[in-house]
């Protein structure tokens, strides 16, 4: 890894907004699997269509989405809202770590840029982005491309689901792995290219340790933070 | 406030969701980027997706974990990630169907 990287500047071009919708294909079935499921189930709370791509749109983080519906209300209390805030913070917690992750490779990019970027940052782009920054990339059209692509893919997923959504069953054909199968998908690569495991088996041991012992969702952050922490302190030698 | 519409609702965690995004970016900014933390934040993606997948898989039971192996497997030896979705779907479909 350069500790300093070359002060070109960090530009958006055509070529790699095209490289970045490229790069976003192999998420496409994903994508559309797992956004049509978080259709269905907005359909099944009583959404309209319109409300149902607006959350899609707006909110763009589909496990969050399909848990916070599972806490949906026709009598909203303070409670009732608090728990809802409250879980699609848990569950998105690792955005702050992966937003933190993008700073050394484009902190110096343009904010009026990176901050609409980071709206539509979900899993698959920023996986994308950062391998393609980390090997030494600056075009950010890439990593608008892919986040603009695949944000319009999520919200479009939506209305099939709706639509469709009284009349399949999605656990009879597997749909309802959308989400496992594309992270399991971004998993194997990044595992393949690293040169140190220990961080991962630390990560993995933590976070299986923590599913069992702590409810909710918090071993994704347990395990990420004891993984990075791990690197931090102990990564130095070798 | 019992009837808020669904639209109230949805910006409240459209509020929370681009806080966390935009958060972790922000704070890091102002963080010195010493060697520890540049290693730190390198291992964050294998970790946060590591943290994700195992236990999600063994929380969703047998079929979970069968079949995140065999997508696993399928993008190891393959390097294609539409080939192990399609792995996936199909053999959690042929599990269901079996009665899994």
Redesign the interface.
Known sequence: ?P?HPPPAPLIVTRTGLAHGVRLSL??V??FL?FGAAVGTSAGQKG?SLL?TM??NG????GA??LM?LQL?T?????TA?LA??GV??AV?????????????LI?KAPKRI??PS??A?A?AN??LA?RYH?EGGRDLGVLVGCSVFLWCLWVLAAIPGYLAGAFIDA????????M?????????????R?R?LA??A???G???L??WLVPGYW???????????????F??DS | ????P??A??????L???G??????????RVA?T??????????????????????????GPV?WI??SA??LT??TT????L???V??????GL??IGL
């Not at chain 1, 026709?74 to 303070?78: A, I, K, M, P, Q």
Request: include cysteine; aromatic fraction near 12%; hydrophobic fraction near 60%.
């Open positions: 890894m500790h192999p998420f079935p994903g699997v959404f409300e607006l959350m707006l909110v763009y983080a969050s989405q916070a949906w026709d009598h909203w209390t303070l809202l809802v805030a699609v913070a998105n917690l690792r955005f702050v770590l992966m937003g933190a992750s993008l700073q050394p902190g990176v901050y980071l709206f940052m899993d920023w996986i950062l980390t656990k009879t054909w597997g749909l309802d792995f959308a496992l199968l594309t992270f399991t998908s971004m998993t194997v690569p990044v595992v393949r690293a140190k961080p991962f630390i990560a993995a933590v976070a299986l923590a599913s071993f994704i952050i347990m395990g990420a933070a004891a993984g990075a922490g791990y690197a931090a302190i990564g130095g | 406030m019992s009837d808020l669904n639209i609702v949805i910006c409240l965690m459209l929370v969701t681009y966390l995004r935009a958060g972790g970016f922000w704070l890091m900014g980027l060697p520890p933390v540049r290693r730190g934040l390198e291992a964050i993606p294998g970790s946060i997706l590591i943290a994700t997948v195992l236990p999600t898989a063994l929380r969703a979970g079949v995140v997508a696993a993008m190891w390097g294609r990630e539409f192990a979705l399609i996936g779907f199909a053999l959690a479909a269901r169907a």
